[in-house]
């Protein structure tokens, strides 16, 4: 139990899918607190299905999903609501809600039954807008945002729920390279400040090697999960992609196009 | 976002101009009544004239109060479509959740002759009416809702609501080739929408109808404000989709097809109101929204029906009439400025 209890998320021999169809298997990994975790593997291999798995937002095909030592499907919605949060690659909604209106629904599990913020709830809402940079935006309405201004609006939003566990689904996709960095810093200081497990997928294999603490690797196989320095030393990366196209270098932790 | 307490100022201004729009309901009709005379019956004294006393206290004063419940209750229902389709386009005309209830009302009202083959004036009451608009609303609502998780166009939705139309109108005209004169007309009657000529206990049903509606809606309101992220982030934040839905659904239901039972299907209100409201209030937080756009379709309704008297003369238009050619506009400008599609 302990020994569970250290890790934040605990996922034994899962597989993720649909009803008929397997989409990936065999995945182990664990991740203690304060972690930040991505994942990465070609297009189509199970990355967003396996957050969404993580999530409840779909139920598995089979193993074991544990979160801080309590198996998921036995936490209700509304638990689980102050377990863990996302951050997901739909837009919201209604982008008629301003920054400050948007973060502020993420308090809604510890709300009452109509809504009302209390003190400790806006602030909450506070350090979420200060932690991403917000506050001179706190009144605009999201659909005169930029798309990495939404994204940090979406993520604060995450951190304002205030759950031990941060799932985010591509949070970098649609951004320039200035923005990208900056996002993964904002979730590498959330996971080692506030000790939130973070996990995310992402495409952005340099990004990751360089800001993450671990790195899970899927790639329908071993699905092997470690640092970024076992991974590549272990030549993970290298097999990640057909290697007549690109190759990994092991000395700037970057991928290079054959010509 | 600001705070609830510096909406004071605007919930003061509205409340007044319903006081306002009470008042200028009640004072216009066929009959004219000085106003310092209908005042001082309003404030429990006696007019002069025997008959005004009988017109205020008897016909007036229910259609006006009639006019902020079918206004109000309308309104709140489109505002409950229009974030659970995440549509702004939404409402119970256009969804054709109307068109539910005027079939459900047709059957009552003309139905019966095709089954017993005599007019069926006997079988109708205003409870079967209220059940029969209400029950063919969810019909209509349900279907829409299945479409809705398939198809997320909003334009897809708004063609269904179209084509529904097209079926009630249909499913009408064949009941109405089989009904008498008598049947066809009070149908007629109905569908061109009406806030007077209801009975004291047709308007306490009514107020019972809309007060469950609301009632629902009110407990409802965290629930609208989390899905307005969308049902998966609703989902994230404990939200129980199916029930909240069902509620919601519920909610809406018994406002459109109670409503419509009564006064008839009432054209753009549902749509219009809660966008106008927004223009106003400018906020998507449903503990202001709600009892705003109540207030505002309260308001809207008295206005129109103050205009469908036709001050000083002793002809009525047909409401519909007159809240089509207020709602319609809103709704080409609403496609105009299409680009933002915002709700």
Same mark, same amino acid.
């Given at each position: ?259 | ?67 902020? &419940?079918?206004?109000?209750? @309308? $309104? *709140?229902?489109? =505002?409950?479509?229009?974030? #659970?389709?995440? +549509? ?125 509606? &609301?009632?629902?809606?009110? @407990? $409802? *309101?965290?629930? =609208?404000?989390?899905?307005? #992220?969308?049902? +998966? ?111």
């Amino acid at each position: 139990m302990s020994e569970l209890k250290k890790h934040s998320i605990t996922v034994k021999n899962l597989i993720v899918g649909y009803k008929n169809k397997t989409v990936a298997d065999n995945i182990n990994f664990a991740i203690e607190p304060g972690q930040l975790c991505g994942i990465v593997g070609v297009n189509g291999i199970g990355k967003s299905t396996l957050l969404r798995t993580l999530g409840k937002l779909q139920p598995k095909l089979s193993g074991e999903i544990a979160i801080e030592g309590k198996a998921l499907e036995l936490n209700s919605s509304f638990e689980l609501a102050k377990i863990l949060s996302f951050v997901l690659t739909e837009q919201p909604a209604s982008k008629n809600l301003t920054v400050q209106e948007l973060i502020a629904l993420g308090r809604q599990p510890y709300t009452n039954w109509i809504g009302t913020l209390t003190k400790e709830d806006k602030q909450q809402v506070e350090e979420s807008l200060s932690s991403f940079l917000l506050k001179d935006l706190r009144n605009n309405k999201c659909h005169e945002l930029s798309d990495g201004q939404l994204q940090r609006v979406l993520i604060a939003r995450a951190m304002a729920q205030d759950t031990p566990l941060i799932l985010l689904d591509e949070p970098t996709t649609h951004l320039d390279l200035y923005h990208k960095v900056q996002i993964l810093k904002l979730l590498q200081q959330l996971a080692h400040a506030k000790k939130k497990t973070i996990l995310f997928t992402t495409h952005e294999i340099d990004l990751a090697i360089q800001l993450c603490d671990k790195i899970l690797i899927l790639d329908g196989r071993a699905n092997p999960i470690g640092t970024p320095k076992e991974l590549i030393e272990q030549n993970y990366f290298d097999q990640l992609f057909p290697s007549e196209m690109v190759q990994f270098d092991a000395k700037t932790g970057s991928f290079k196009v054959n010509k | 976002m600001h705070s609830l307490k510096s909406y004071r100022i605007s919930f003061a201004l509205i409340s007044l101009a319903l006081c306002f729009a009470w008042l200028l309901n009640i004072s216009s009709g066929s009959v004219q009544i000085p106003f310092d005379a209908l005042l001082s019956v309003l404030l429990g004294s006696t007019a002069e004239i025997d008959s005004w006393n009988y017109i205020i206290w008897n016909y007036r004063i229910p259609k006006a109060f009639t006019a902020v &419940l079918v206004g109000g209750g @309308l $309104s *709140i229902s489109g =505002l409950l479509m229009q974030t #659970l389709f995440r +549509n702004p386009l939404a409402g119970p005309f256009v969804l054709g959740i109307s068109s539910g209830a005027s079939l459900g009302a047709a059957l009552i009202l003309m139905g019966a002759t095709l089954i017993a083959g005599v007019s069926s004036f006997t079988f109708i009451n205003d409870i079967s009416m209220a059940v029969a608009a209400s029950l063919g609303s969810f019909l209509v609502l349900m279907v829409v809702m299945l479409v809705a998780n398939r198809v997320k166009d909003t334009m897809a939705l708004l063609i269904i609501g179209l084509m529904f139309g097209s079926i009630t109108a249909a499913l009408v005209s064949v009941l109405a080739y089989f009904s008498s004169a008598e049947d066809l007309q009070r149908y007629i009657f109905w569908s061109f929408g009406s806030v007077g000529n209801l009975s004291g206990q047709q308007v306490m049903l009514l107020s019972g109808v809309v007060l469950l509606g &609301l009632l629902l809606s009110v @407990l $409802s *309101i965290k629930k =609208l404000n989390a899905f307005l #992220l969308g049902e +998966n982030y609703a989902q994230s934040l404990g939200v129980s989709l199916k029930k909240s839905r069902l509620i919601i659904i519920i909610a809406t239901g018994i406002l459109a097809g109670g409503i419509t039972a009564f006064a008839g299907p009432i054209a753009f209100i549902g749509l219009a109101v809660p966008h106008l409201t927004r223009q106003i209030f400018d906020t998507m937080e449903h503990r202001v929204l709600i009892p705003a756009v109540f207030l505002y379709g309260s308001i809207l309704m008295l206005l129109c029906d103050t205009i469908a008297q036709l001050p000083n003369s002793a002809n009525v238009l047909p409401i519909n009439a007159i809240t089509s050619l207020v709602g319609a506009p809103v709704v080409i400008w609403l496609l105009v400025r299409k680009r933002k599609m915002l709700f």
